[in-house]
């Protein structure tokens, strides 16, 4: 069965409408989902334990007398990376190494606090501290990643998070030996089997057993982005997630069925997650176009892929690679491979993507599992205005302003000045009150 | 009339409940306003311009043929910034070089991009880059907050966004001139006399006049902050405001005149503001509360003031100034004064805040107005998870790997153990294909 892989080209008349049709993503949430979402949150809310029980017993058919029976416990979590194979236990160990350093250097790039003094001896300066208590929503089922619980769990930790409470949902009671192991890596401190939005309701709430949180992280389903969207303001959220994508900004020097198998390793997510290759030179488009046709029958989820790639896929040849820089900031991807002899020559050039990936030895993969980087990236565009999941997220700032008694002086009549004129009078008089007479 | 403000001491048995009832902030959204603004927003998505002038004659009483006739053009700023006082003219622009100032450290502190090599070559980083355009929300009519367009334009223009848009309603067309004088010294670039929840729409869809933005700050009504709330996602957004709170620790050697007046500083916003003082001393206690009714006739504004002291003040005996500090990280204050003679002694006990004051010279409306740091700070205790207004908010990070073909080596099988681990083979074999044969 041929492929029906959309094929544009920027120098063709129609392309603009083309492309916006390959960019169309519709965020609409489903108003059913809204409602039913804002029903258990309610019910949590009033109901605590009782509901997230009941919510559990019904979506993830999992029955318990307590929520302190879907509580995991440090062992649990311990003896869980106690069985897993010794490849995968080095493998997880090494992944959270590298998470960590990188993320220790972010917190030394961007995480200090700072403060001066001005000529008057006035003090100005932001306090940077944790968050106290953190809740990271790790999907469980069909979709279950432990690479996620690193990628979330570990910039909480690195920012001196005290507390780390992790929610999965078991459906059935089934429990991802594999993510059990990499909340014991990453060093959650507690978890519970529950999920869905009355997990997040929970976490945003608290119960009388799970413990009430200042934000929350991770993906999940609709019901759990609608959820998290509700409680935004309640708690802080790290973003809503979309389907993911990747664009590969390809030269045409990297071998074609290296940069084929990196559009499948964003296909095989799921339907609606995008793979786009932009590209100046037509040629190497259809050297891909072959690995392409000849790789996807030997992958097993090669019905993922075919659908994600025929229903949202495409391959765009450019005039130039300049243009192809231009096409990708607008497009904003989550990923971005820069396949390139020379990445360091477009890089300046791009503005907005999540994460970007220079040369060819830098797969997608890489990044999302071991590189270091965070995983949790601005989807559908949101790479204009977000970034990437940091431990930037687990810290919030204080301004810090200690005004002398000469600086009390010099800011006192400008401050009354304007508070007069947007008619505070007790502002202009706290200022006032200060001057010596 | 006496002052019906409420007074609490930690040592009480029913300290407790008091507490809770002082903290108690229904945060609820009103489902009226929630289903009135998702219709506006809709119609201006539909319709563009035509649906945002119908709003702006029905809720502005402001009628244009065009939305262009509804632009503020740059001489009209300047015409506004000429015509106010001199002494207008000096306060606004020495308040605004001192914020600029603030926020040109704070993008030193915190806005570099960084990378490095590790051993094999393999370089991470973070690519940090301003927004393309932004919109700065500012409230018009009753409330009109010049110091407001300075507080959101400077960081985003320190930032480095090269599109700054300003939205000001102008109930009947009558504009304030402040605020336009403002915008002139704040180097706003474009600004259109539109507001609610259609100027929201406008910025965060685009209409033919107005351009689309990336991310939108700025405080503004139930209808706003709803509106915010809803295009969240599509755009970034900074915060959802709620009422502005004060909290005062003090340890009595402040002149007690003093603190009455920052505590109607923060009272004479509006009847759902906060003003709390914690403090051990009751002798004092009490001397602040005999200023506070010597004080209140003298103010122009003392209706505002005494609804919102009766409504949500109180006076806290604490039983030290430990004890008060804890409980100043419970109700995480928008503005915390150490209004002390030693406000290094307690500020590192101080772990939630928008902004912490220090010392008895600097009043709250020293900051708000001139001091440097921002006056857009997370309010009913969302300091727990979120920070002032600053440069960060108007850029964004993207993560930068390129690893080396020797560290394509060594991370290659701990990719592909992960991802097999996890079912996605593609992920697994676009790591295989990197490794040498």
Known sequence: MTLKLRQLNTAAADFEAEFQRVLHWSAETDAAIETRVAEILADVRGRGDAAVLDYTARFDQLSADSLNALELTREELK?????????????L?????RVRSYHERQLEACGRSWSYRDEDGTLLGQKVTPLDRVGIYVPGGKAAYPSSVLM???????????????????????????????AYVAGVHR????????????????????????????????????????????????MIAGPSEILVLADGTTPPDWVAMDLFSQAEHDELAQSILLCPDAAYIEQVRASIERLLPTMPRAAVIR????????LIQTRSMDEA?????????????????????????????GAIFLGAYTSESLGDYCAGPNHVLPTS???????????????????????????????????????????????????EMRLKR
Request: hydrophobic fraction near 45%; include cysteine.
């Open 191 to 238: 978890a519970f089997t529950i999920g869905g939005a009355q997990a997040v309701a929970a976490l945003a709430y608290g119960t009388a057993t799970v413990p009430r949180v200042d934000k929350i992280t991770g993906p999940g389903n609709a019901y759990v982005a609608s959820a998290k969207k509700h409680v935004f303001g309640q708690v802080g959220i790290d």
């Open 325 to 353: 820089c231009s096409l990708s900031n607008r497009i904003a991807p989550e990923h971005l491979e820069v396949s390139s002899a020379e990445p360091h020559r477009w890089e300046p050039l791009l503005r907005h993507a």
């Open 152 to 182: 979330n769990a570990i910039p909480a930790q690195v920012a001196g998070v005290p507390e780390i409470v992790m929610v999965v949902p078991t459906p059935r009671g089934e429990k991802n030996p594999l993510v059990l192991a990499a």
């Open 307 to 314: 659908a994600s790639l025929e229903g949202r896929g495409a």
């Open 79 to 91: 003896a869980a990376f106690d069985a897993i194979s010794p490849a995968q236990r080095a493998a």
């Open 381 to 431: 565009g949101t790479a204009r205005f977000s970034s990437p999941l940091g431990v930037y997220d687990f810290q919030k700032r204080s301004s810090l302003i200690e005004v002398s008694e000469a600086g009390a002086q010099k800011l006192g009549p400008i401050a009354a000045e304007l508070a007069y004129g947007e008619g505070l009078q007790g502002h202009a008089r706290a200022a």
């Open 93 to 97: 160990t090494a992944a959270a190494a």
